[in-house]
């Protein structure tokens, strides 16, 4: 690209992402949120379609927004398209049941259809806006600038502020402060800047995207939210798992072990909400040591690599409220992009 036309190119960006994001954040003047929709999440959840119309129609852009199917020769990249996600959130989900970090619950056949099917009309329709934007417009209209890591890098951060009008409500599940959310989302909008870029850049069409983002939202908001007890067919248990096995392993970590120490004296009934579990593994109750959760006579022992306590620290992560956070949580977001 010649220095005007990069010029040119750049000056186009900058439009976009002002009408992207002035639309975004008209959301929530108009009313509603993700969770109680209304008006300005339609504005909002169609922006980026609608800014890349504006760019085509009136600036007169002439980037190519893919909307050729392009089948012959890409099917590779439908078939990756179609399996990242439902393998992503497998294997999420596999390592929250190893760590009993994940419970999951009311699981029929009849009950995922029930739920799925309206939350895929859904979000097949907020998949079309947002990659007919993303994919179908900036991303090749950022390769033009920069089509190494730094374009990738732009469009995510873009991507990301997008989210911003909404982004408490769309990470309720997470007490989190934003100190500490907002790095890793935006970092997490990158990297699937990178997936979703890379395969649109090679199979030259944006439908790849959609299917994507499509099926990776439907089935991750399927299994979070969608049973008909608005629980949810999966709940991860409160807290940083990690910390969690720390108070087993005699690392008092404040706040969150005198929950755990709450929690199991709750279950069990038979562990006192000041005992020091933690730092000696066991209790004396009238002179018998007694193990978490139990009844009956209890001593740390070795497990494998493990211990007695930690084994029990990871039974005790189930008891504990659900609507408390868990790291498990983030990774399944992280992993599957469902932050829309």
Not at 238 to 250: F, N, S, Y
């Amino acid at each position: 690209m010649k220095p005007a036309e990069t010029r040119v190119a750049i000056r186009q960006l900058i439009l976009f992402t002002l009408l992207v994001n002035g639309l975004a954040w008209l959301g929530p003047l108009l009313g509603g949120d993700p969770t109680a929709p209304g008006p300005g999440v339609l504005v909002w959840g169609t922006a980026p379609f609608v800014a890349a119309l504006v760019m085509k129609l009136v600036v007169r852009d002439k980037t190519a927004l893919g909307f050729k199917p392009a089948l012959r020769g890409n099917g590779r990249w439908y078939a990756l398209s179609a399996l990242i996600y439902p393998l992503a959130i497998a294997i999420a989900l596999g390592i929250g049941l190893l760590m009993g970090a994940t419970t999951i619950h009311n699981v029929t056949i009849p009950a995922l259809l029930t739920a799925m099917i309206p939350l895929a009309v859904t979000y097949f329709i907020f998949a079309f806006f947002e990659e007919g934007g993303w994919r179908g417009y900036l991303t090749p209209k950022v390769a033009g600038i920069n089509n190494g890591l730094f374009g990738y890098v732009m469009i995510g951060v873009i991507w990301a502020s997008w989210h911003f009008p909404y982004l408490r409500e769309l990470w309720a599940h997470t007490a989190e402060g934003l100190v500490t959310l907002l790095p890793r989302f935006i970092l997490g909008t990158i990297i699937s800047a990178i997936v979703y870029g890379e395969i649109r850049k090679r199979s030259g069409a944006v439908w790849p995207a959609v299917l994507m983002h499509w099926l990776g939202n439907t089935i991750a908001n399927t299994l979070l939210v969608g049973s008909t007890d608005g629980a949810g067919f999966v709940a991860f248990t409160p807290g940083d798992v990690a910390r969690i096995l720390r108070c087993g392993r005699g690392v008092d970590d404040g706040d969150l072990c005198a929950d755990w120490r709450s929690a199991l004296s709750h279950k069990a009934g038979l562990v006192q909400r000041n005992c020091q579990v933690m730092c000696s593994g066991t209790c004396r109750q009238g002179g018998q040591s007694v193990g978490l959760g139990s009844d009956i006579p209890w001593r740390p022992r070795p497990v494998g690599r493990r211990t007695a306590q930690h084994v029990e620290a990871v039974a005790a992560a189930r008891s504990l409220d659900p609507r408390r956070q868990s790291g498990l949580v983030a990774l399944l977001l992280a992993l599957c992009g469902v932050t829309t």
